[in-house]
């Protein structure tokens, strides 16, 4: 499929998309400005634009007078681009040339990034996943042949696929004897590879291969994410009604909630200090297991897979979140020396912790490194690639816990240091997980004030998620409409920065222009909130390296993970002092690096003791006590930092836009 | 081999900054050393020390603090001219009635209060608000419009309120004292908004908020030791500026300066005296160029310390 050029005038500044892509995406994408209120909706006909040249599919539109439309006027946001394409952007919507010359130019550096899969990332792994189904047919018994049914059926196993040393799941041989009759000899066995060889975990009638499945999850403090795998095609299960053309979302069998934990105690400590409660420890691991089983329900509904045919689970968590689940006293992890329970858990049998899927399926956890360092990081560094680099890679997990690791295939060094949830859309007055109706690009114009917002499924907003956060920062700090440290200026040319009952806030879309009763707009507290995160995870990073003797400049790689949203805009998330100011080619991004490590663990085996390894590798850094961290984290409590020299080319923009204004 | 005494190589300077107006106006600054280490680099401005008048008669000071200033305690003009003829080269108004937990004396009254007093002394007035950011806000924009020209310091000026005084400091031509809680980030954050601004750098003086002997003097030196180390061997451009120091209402507040005299703690009037001076002290060779005291004696005791070491 060829790539389509997209000029857009009169600043000239193109971009090549793929055929299909909407138009106004592609402006954002692009940097450039265009009117737009109702996230990409076609209600508010504000990114009307000029078609001069070339050609896209447009429908009309009641914004659109006859006239207009024999002119070449459309709607940007039901544009598909077709060909190579001129646009003329309107005098409504128009930059400054000045202004726009200062930003990255995006038809050279990837500054947009999409997630990574594990594909891309990781190299030279076999698809052999832990838990595999085998066809088998058996010979009926006769007299003369009167083994016992479960013998028949391991003999039977061995001989037609190889498979040696199985031991058997009690549950299992209870059924066994009436099943093998009622499909007449013909079944499909579950085994699973354990430390200690193959178990026979489930018999199922007839050949039922075709239908593997199992359930990856994340167990954030803040965010539990959960996908069902298809284990035969090695990938996300698909969903009959899905289709990934950025308008649709859902295509893929995922489905995410809050954790419910939150209730009880935003961070760690103060569910940890809930825990110690009379019934606390209980309540919390069930009310996480009945999180967990409503994005298991909506898996499988999404996805329409039978629950019968989820065979395995693997979860990755944070130590506390991972303790919490499956019921073990989390209490010593918050006293010092910080000791967790154990790091390798034995794989447990789902039913035992309440999980509703079949009494067959076991959870395998990720592997632990320290009371702050869990399994969710481990699975990062392992879906991410990390343990097998030669590379020198800094890994950003941004999450409630900010955690940071820093190494190659030869050692790893982590710190976690507490972020806070703003990225995943908790704290913030408007804050929601990156799911549909959230606002999750930003452009605003510095001229008019006036902004150019796109939703996840392009309908009308509800709230914002963490990359529409990242972008609105920015977008507010370029536009010299909030200060460096976050504060609203007053007396601006537009009545969209406001005092509300919160103090100062800028209206992202006004009541009518969204699903829910209310004009959506960002506070000054929500922008506090995200200096805070983004400050403590700069300064984790910074501290991290300096105390293995390292610099920014020093990394060949950076990969970031975190539920902040479908895509990273990598040059805001730099104006705003999230990452550091480096060359934008040696950034990576994975989105949500703990299922990502989930998804590569469930398709091959092996790297089980790669995993085991990882944990072990890894050497933790404690910022509890760390005397640097505090000063580091002050600094970085700055838009973009207070070291002006550690963002040349920020400081450079917000001069020239100074000097403009 | 002649012992030769180790050397620090400096790659910065202080900014120099005017403050008042005329032929008593004085300059601080400049220094391309530590404070002091004339064998290192220049001083070429000696630490300049500023008298407390205040804008009402106070209600809770020592014997030992009210004695000097006994006549001149509710007429602030007149104070003022008493703390010039005790040889101060500025003086510090403390507009403290204006605080709204107080008697919230109104803006436009403390202005003409502050109006007052700048007329009343040909040497250079600082005016301190009560340190309420929202009411220094209005009082010290109505302070810098009312007094235009005068050159005076205005402060506290703090993250909360730096837009609308420092808009204030522009217009009318004014030296800001900018205001952060004993942080050396929060400290250039605050010269980095000024400066964003457009508050010229000769206008910006850096109060990083003062702890008293025992009361966290500790604190407040290692914050402005950095604060000298990062301007002046570490180019950070954004720190290199005067610093002030408003000790007096700190030292006389404590419990230990106002105990009456016993046997355990002494005569209280010296206790005071010698409280004042020796944090007076410590904040100079911390890297002070302006400090706000309060009694004549302990000035004296800090003036000679500061020609000994200047000479």
Known sequence: MGKHKVTFHPSDRHIFVDEGENLLQAAMEAGIHINASCGGNATCGKCKVKIVGGAVASPMHAELSDAEYADGYRLACLSTVTGDVDVDIPLESQVDKSVLALKGDRHAAPYLLSPKDIFQLVQGWDVDPTVFKRYVELDPPTLNDNVSDLTRLTHAIHRQHGINGISSDFRMIMKLSRLLRKADWKVTVTLVQTRKGYKLINVEAGDNRQQNYSIVLDIGTTTIFGQILNLNECKVAACPDGACDGATVFAMAEASDYNPQISYGEDVITRIVYSQKPGGLKKMQETVVSTINGIIDELLKMSRIDRSLISHLVVAGNTTMTQLLLGIDPKYIREAPYVPTANLIPPVRAVHLGINVGDHVHVYLFPLVASYVGGDIVAGILGSGIFQREALTLYMDIGTNGEIVIGNKDWLASVSCSAGPAFEGAGIKFGMRATRGAIEEVSINPRTCEPMILTIGRVKPIGICGSGLIDAVAELLEAGIIDQKGKFHQNLPTKRVRKGEDGYEYVLAYKNETRIQNDIALTEIDIENLIRTKGSIYAGCKVLLKSVGLGFKDLDQIIIAGGFGRHLDLEKAIFIGLLPEIDARKFIFVGNGSLLGARLLSFSKELLKETERIALMMTNLELSNHTGFMDEFMAAMFLPHTDASAFPRVQERLRARREAA | ?311
Request: aromatic share 6%.
């Open chain 2, 1 to 311: 081999m002649a012992f030769a005494i180790p050397k620090t190589t400096y790659t910065g300077k202080i900014k120099e900054v005017v403050l008042g107006k005329g032929p008593k106006a004085i300059t601080v600054g400049g220094e391309t050393s530590y404070p002091f280490h004339l064998f290192e680099g220049e001083m070429p401005h000696p630490p300049r020390i500023a008298i407390e008048v205040y804008d009402t008669a106070p209600d809770d000071w020592s014997a030992a603090a009210l004695e000097p200033y006994r006549d001149v305690l509710s007429d602030p003009v007149a104070w003022a001219k008493k703390a010039a003829a005790y040889g101060a080269d500025l003086i510090a108004l403390q507009l403290v009635s204006t605080d709204p937990n107080g008697l919230n004396t109104p803006s436009d009254q403390a202005t003409e209060t502050a109006k007052k007093v700048a007329a009343a002394v040909d040497i250079p007035v600082i005016v301190n608000g009560s340190g309420s950011p929202e009411k220094d806000a209005d009082l010290l924009r109505k302070v810098a419009e009312a007094c235009d020209g005068m050159n005076l310091v205005v402060g506290p000026v703090v993250v909360e309120n730096y837009k609308q005084i420092g808009a204030g400091a522009i217009a009318y031509k004014h030296t800001v004292a900018a205001n952060s809680p004993i942080d050396i980030n929060l400290a250039k954050q605050l010269n980095i908004l000024l400066g964003n601004l457009g508050v010229p750098d000769g206008q910006v003086i850096v109060d990083p908020t003062t702890g008293g002997l025992g009361y966290g003097i500790e604190y407040t030196y290692s914050v402005m030791e950095r604060d000298r180390m990062a301007a002046l061997t570490q180019q950070d451009e954004r720190l290199q500026f005067p610093i002030i120091c408003d000790l007096g209402k700190e030292i006389w507040k404590t419990k230990e300066a106002k105990a009456e005299d016993s046997p355990l703690m002494g005569n209280a009037a010296k206790r005071g005296i010698l409280m004042e001076a020796i944090t007076a002290q410590l904040l100079l060779l911390a890297g002070a160029d302006v400090l706000i005291m309060r009694h004549p004696e302990a000035i004296r005791l800090v003036r000679g310390m500061i020609t000994d070491l200047m000479a």
